[in-house]
């Protein structure tokens, strides 16, 4: 079903822009916000953070932080704009060891970092059109997600010894956009408010020994939106 979404949306996109853009309303669209990831009853049960946290110190809602990017947007009639956009998150979260202390007392530390880079092509549909007030709007798309996941600093090996190191995983991973909210213009610029889901999972290498192979990238997006249009 995601893969079907994902096509679907992504084919009507390219179908948008590949029309005559001359006579077209562009804009661009700049967002700052939130980005919360899934919470832990909805994540894959190899999924490396729910996996990390049977025993190290930490919460799902840690990695939730400021996220930011920008969008190209294309208007097709009153109603309807096509967009292609770019943008960015990262966390770093510290933790130790639930149940294991070094032989000084000491914590066993280590960060997990979370990087995504989410490059997006969605369809919004304007209920109310363009140029008449409040512009509110829904929409949906697919997402080419570009993650990096890695942990670093103490860990302790299955003989109980402790040792010093990084783990990287990476890649891209795709998956679908769904997305509302409403701006209000102000002469050629307009400010408002977007909620924004995205659904998608990355792989991690099995010679990293991660607790899981999964990593999910979905969440929610909180952002506020200012867009200039010419």
Do not use: H
């Amino acid at each position: 079903m995601r893969r079907f979404v994902s096509f679907g949306a992504g084919a009507l996109v390219l179908g948008l822009l590949a029309t005559p853009i001359a006579s077209a309303q562009q804009s661009v669209n700049f967002y700052v916000g939130a980005f919360t990831l899934r919470g832990e009853d909805g994540r894959d049960s190899n999924d490396v953070l729910l996996n990390n946290l049977n025993f190290l110190a930490f919460n799902i809602k840690d990695f939730n932080g400021p996220t930011f990017g920008g969008e190209w947007l294309i208007g097709f009639g009153n109603n309807f704009e096509g967009s292609l956009g770019v943008g960015f998150s990262t966390r770093t979260v510290p933790t130790v060891y639930l149940n294991f202390v070094n032989t000084n007392g000491a914590e066993i530390e280590q960060d997990l970092k979370l990087r995504v880079v989410p490059f997006t092509a969605t369809v919004r549909f304007l209920p109310l059109g363009r140029g008449n007030g409040i512009e509110p709007y829904i929409g949906a798309g697919v997402g080419i997600f570009n993650y990096r996941y890695s942990e670093s600093g103490q860990f302790l090996a299955t003989d109980r010894t402790i040792f010093r190191d990084t783990f990287v995983g990476s890649g891209t991973a795709t998956g679908p956009v769904i997305l509302g909210g409403v701006r209000v213009p102000v002469g050629s610029w307009a400010i408002g408010g977007e909620i924004r889901y995205q659904s998608a999972e990355g792989n991690l290498p099995t010679d990293q020994d991660f607790a899981g192979t999964r990593l999910d990238l979905g969440g929610f997006n909180y952002l506020f939106t200012v867009n200039v249009r010419f």
